[in-house]
């Protein structure tokens, strides 16, 4: 059968299964998007930046077992998606990425709107392509969509030209991809195993730490089966909230930068760190140096790279998460840890994870109210800044996989399209994406695509007027200036309003959980702006350069009481 | 730890862009590169890099890991314990007069270069070795007034029959591909 590019573009999705593209369209892939039009099964959701399609893109991914697509014409477009590539990658997202390319001959003569985008993402993809002919597209669609969701996924880019969308070709779609150069490892080795599971017979005072990994390779019931064998307690990274039921009497929450007290506690005191999916990322060792000094290390990851990058490893073990759970649960002998569980839930004691009464409303307050309402059952999406922290900390995480936010780089504005994302991929569940107002005002205008896909999705801006978390630097670091940090933010409810969606504005604490029922019995998208105290600062805090046993903990005001955290 | 010289060879797909990639990855970890030779290797397909880099053993090692993720890299190894055969190409122009014009040539003779362009004002020496041959034979020169220097990179293999190229893995691999 010959086909044009364009249509072997459209087929070749239908055959991975693909169902939504995020995209917006330009010059070079206007072809592509009319041929797209005559595939029912494709659905696209058109944003208003091309940065909110690759942030789309990987909440959807996030959120649902399949690669994320998103697509963009050449040049800006292409640059557009930039951030969104680089945040899947960080984060090990699945996605593929189709940029629209100048024609083959005008290539490498800057041409209008000609960008080097293979060059550009070099260093942020798995690996790229730019599409030479038509007669590679589909091999290369295959190979891209192997890449990204092999192995340790990652976000994959393919640079097409404009001319290749209308060469003719026969179009056979191969069944399998021919890479030498790749072959991820996913049985972990049967006698490191062993070694690991002697090490952790042998611990007196050994802790889990788990991470993303636990999410890609949805290995929670394995984890959850190897904790309660060995009766390990677990603490959790950013990313790998979610992993481990946070009600379940062996979860000790987050760790790291601003992990809870008793969670950097345990990692500092443990004779043996059983790190799970992660990469110990400097956001929760701290001072390296001092990193769970007493421990062994036994690190299980599927990407050998990550082994011993950061930190020193004695039993490494590289493989597929939930096979290499699977086969250490099998080997592992049960055992308990009276006297280390009692020591945690001293320190659980010691820095509880609470919030304060407060006159004003306290963000922390929004998130154990949002929790409450929504049963901990919601899917929730964040912004980067102290709300991202706050959401991490007080909302309580049941449900496996729940928790969804930029790791790895930061990404302010990824909190919106990426929630979008999130619904397109998940329609039947809650989904609240809690957002800074300085992370909302940079992708604030895909309020418009969620109006236009009538996306029933809660939003709730955390509103302090400040870069909250640069300012909280400020305050503990530098003398308190507040220089580039005091946001004047328009009037959120109008903006939402002005968008087509509602939203209401919540000063006071007594307001906080009927806002948020309104939001969630009202039949379609909706906006909670509240204005929360401004300069509260997000703690505990391990101070940057210290040991993660160096953590500050809340100043206690005076006259004030402290109240419980939430309860799903 | 202390920085050292270390060898890396790596069998990588003949793609468009290939080499590019593998500088990336040194280049985004703060490694300046040696030298780094390329050229067909004995499979279809399949060039042979030999890459030379200053480094801590952890950084190198860390590098490499990087290196044999990339899609496009088949195998990489760091040779440097290895018992290697190694070789580097120089070409040096050395100002000539009949004055020092024996000098020069007792010179490339000790090092059994050749002597491949003559003119009136100058010799071009041609000499393959290792690294220290070559340093050797440029400082002798050095005195007469060396006009211009060419080196091509390093290039390098494990003695004997077994070592960890090539691959044979991938090597059937790409025969089966070939078919
Ligand atoms: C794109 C981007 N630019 C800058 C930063 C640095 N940064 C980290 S947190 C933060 C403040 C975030 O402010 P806001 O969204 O209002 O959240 P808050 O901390 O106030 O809750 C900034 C500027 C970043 N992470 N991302
Ligand atoms: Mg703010």
Known sequence: MKLNGAQIVCESLLQEGVNVIFGFPGGKVIGLYDTIAKYPALQFVLVRHEQGAAHAADGYARATDKVGVCMATSGPGATNLVTGIANAYMDSVPMVAFTGQVPRADIGKDAFQEIDITGITLPITKHNYLVREASSLAETIKEAFYIAKTGRPGPVLIDIPQDVFVEQTEFHYPARVNLPGYKPTTEGHPSQIKKAAKLISEAERPVVVAGRGIHIAKAHEELKNLAEAAQLPVVTTLLGVSAFPQSHVLSYGMGGMHGMGYANKAVDAADLVIAIGMRFDDRFTGKVSSFAPHAKVIHIDIDPAEIGKNIRVDVPIVGDVKKVLKALQKVLEPKQHVAWLNQLDEWRHTYPCEVRECASVLPQYVMCELCNVTKGDALIVTGVGQHQMWAAQHYIYNKADTFISSGGLGTMGFGL????????????????CIDGDGSFQMTLHELATIVQEKLNLKIAIMNNGYLGM???????????????????GPDFVKIAEAYGMNGIRVTRPED????????????????????????????????????????LVAPKKEALTWSRRSTP | MVATQHTLVALVQDKPGVLNRVASIFRRRGFNI????????????????????????????????????????????????????????????????SDTRSDILEIADIFRANIVDVSMESLTIETTGDEDKVESMIKLLQGFGVMEIARAGKIAMVRGPLGPMPVAKARNEFRKKAD
């Open chain 1, 417 to 432: 399209p990426a929630a979008m994302g999130v619904k397109v991929g998940r329609p039947d569940e809650t989904v609240w």
């Open chain 1, 470 to 488: 640069v300012r909280q630097w400020q305050d503990l670091f530098f003398g308190k200036r507040y220089v580039a940090t005091p946001l004047t």
């Open chain 1, 512 to 551: 906080v959980r009927p806002a948020i029922e309104r939001a969630m019995a009202h039949d379609g998208p909706f906006l909670v702006d509240f204005i929360v105290e401004p300069e509260e600062n997000v703690y505990p805090m391990v101070p940057p350069g210290a040991s993660i046993a160096e953590f």
């Open chain 2, 34 to 97: 040696d030298s780094i030779a390329v050229g067909h290797s004995e499979l279809p397909n399949i060039s042979r890099m030999t890459i030379v880099v200053n480094g801590t053993s952890t950084m190198v090692e860390q590098a490499r890991k990087q290196l044999a993720k990339a899609i496009n890299v088949v195998k990489v190894v760091d040779i440097t314990e290895e018992n290697i055969t190694a070789r580097e190409l120089a070409l040096v122009k050395v100002k000539a007069t």
